[in-house]
């Protein structure tokens, strides 16, 4: 931890202090102490930010999920604007603006529409307040350095980062925002979901007892793939089909299962220090990734827990985090309540969700954990309490990286070695042509082990 520069109460971040209570009746309390009850924080949300001077955002990368986060950014509060779109290329512009338009009513200015690597930089550099960052994860650690050096405030997508160098990047970037006092957001909206938050909270009130260990999973099917497309040169194919390439994703162990790994981080308050993993590749048809990882992280205190991830069709599915306590346990899901029980099986507490029009608990009428990070983003600015996530998800996400570097090669892998490794992915030229980098699938036991500095 202290090599990291991240101590307990910095990692736990602002949001572990919000939350919703859920619900314990009378008869749960059998399990957990009275006196944890007590301990246990009630705090109201805000299902929208307050009002203030309009402030205005601009979009790097508008693929989906840029213009999801536009869409999201738009329903956090009043007087919101997104008045700049940047991206590689000239559909993804067009097709974001008329989204924009179609869904809330907002033209952005042609104007201000970008496309070009180098599009990012016309759109920081234009007038906006907030910086949406949603291109592939490789370019993170430079567009979060330029946004922070113009002093705007972020949403930013995870992973922040797809290999050590990035990460620190990242880290340092964190720090520089912080002395600005700026507002960073990062796309974990786990800890911006109400479920999650009052389970935390629970958990570290001691319900379920000091947490013995636990299972992180996203195991679900295939995203998507671009075929390669006779126009279009190797780089642009490689950019359009990122989700399958390692230097451009992190591989999903990093793009995607950093959020169930965040989880684990979050509610121990630490991060792993050494990982032992193993993955393969099985059906993915395009790129250079795995589609199945299985890692075993170690922390320092000698908790170990599992993690799983798959991209496969036609196979068992489970995106959940299970929290292993002394006394109990906390099960947290994407799409299902969220409940904990204890050691006898026996249910000690669930959210307390809304009502559905049957006068029934769905988790469906929660709000929005997507528009609630926005929502928390934008609060942060308008009353001047800088909310500042990048360090964590620096962390979390070169916790991917570790165990996708011991999948990799088949060798245990530790934080001081990621920490301090040179690994950098990608090409040294960016231009539409042929990409200059190695293709070949990872084999264990043969693959590249990182050189440390």
């Known amino acids: 931890m202290k090599k990291a520069g991240i101590s307990r109460r910095k990692f736990l971040g602002t949001t ?28 109201s949300w805000l299902d929208q930010a307050p009002d203030g001077p309009v402030l205005k955002a601009g979009v790097i990368g508008c693929g989906g999920r840029g213009t999801g986060a536009a869409i999201n950014f738009l329903n956090a509060g009043p007087n919101l604007q997104i008045t700049a779109l940047g991206d590689t290329f000239k559909d993804r512009v067009e097709k974001c603006r008329a989204d ?23 759109v920081i550099g234009s007038d906006v307040d907030i910086i949406i960052l949603a291109t592939p994860p490789f370019f993170r650690p430079e567009h979060l350095a330029a946004a922070v050096a113009a002093r705007k ?39 911006h979901q109400r479920d999650y938050v009052d389970a935390y909270n629970q958990v ?46 992190g591989d999903h162990i990093v793009e995607q ?55 496969i069709n036609g196979c068992a599915n489970n995106v959940s985090e299970r929290i292993q306590g ?55 600015i308008r009353t001047g309490t800088p909310l500042n996530e990048l360090e964590n998800t620096a962390v979390s996400t070169l916790c991917a990286i570790m165990g996708r570097i011991s999948a990799y090669t088949g060798k245990e892998t530790t934080w001081d070695e990621m920490l301090n490794s040179d690994l950098k992915l990608g090409p040294k030229v960016f231009e539409f042509g042929p990409v200059d980098i190695p293709k070949d699938v990872p084999i264990a036991g043969e693959a590249y082990v990182p050189q440390t500095k």
């Open 257 to 311: 299962h950093v959020h169930n790994l965040d989880v684990m981080n979050w509610f121990m308050g630490s991060h792993p220090v050494k990982a032992v993993g193993m993955g393969s590749r099985l059906r993915r048809v395009t790129g250079d990734q795995y589609d199945n990882f299985s890692v075993d992280f170690v922390f320092d205190s000698g908790i170990h827990f599992h993690s799983m991830c798959r991209q």
């Open 16 to 43: 572990a202090a919000v939350g919703a209570a859920g619900i314990i009746a009378p008869s749960m309390i059998a399990g957990c102490t009275r006196e944890a009850l007590k301990k246990v924080p009630v705090v």
């Open 153 to 191: 405030n972020i949403f930013a997508e995870k992973p922040v980062c797809v290999d050590p160098v990035g990460a620190r990047s990242v880290m340092a970037t964190a720090l520089k925002a912080k002395e600005l006092e700026l507002s960073i957001v990062t796309g974990t909206q786990r800890r």
């Open 100 to 122: 924009i338009l179609k869904e809330k009513g907002q033209e952005v200015p042609e104007d201000n529409c970008f496309v070009g690597f180098d599009a990012f930089q016309k």
């Open 326 to 380: 002394a006394d109990g346990a906390a099960y947290l899901f994407q799409s299902q309540d969220n409940y904990l029980l204890n050691l006898a099986g026996e249910e000690i507490w669930r959210y307390n969700y809304p009502v559905d029009e049957e006068g029934k608990p769905s988790k469906a009428k929660m709000m929005d954990p997507y528009v609630q990070e926005h929502i928390d983003l934008v609060t942060a």
């Open 204 to 249: 570290q009130a001691g319900i379920i007892g000091n947490i013995t260990g636990g299972n992180v999973y996203w195991n679900g099917g295939k995203l998507w793939h671009r075929d390669n497309d006779p126009k279009w040169s190797e780089m642009e194919w490689m950019i359009r089909n990122w989700v399958n390439w390692t230097w451009l994703s």
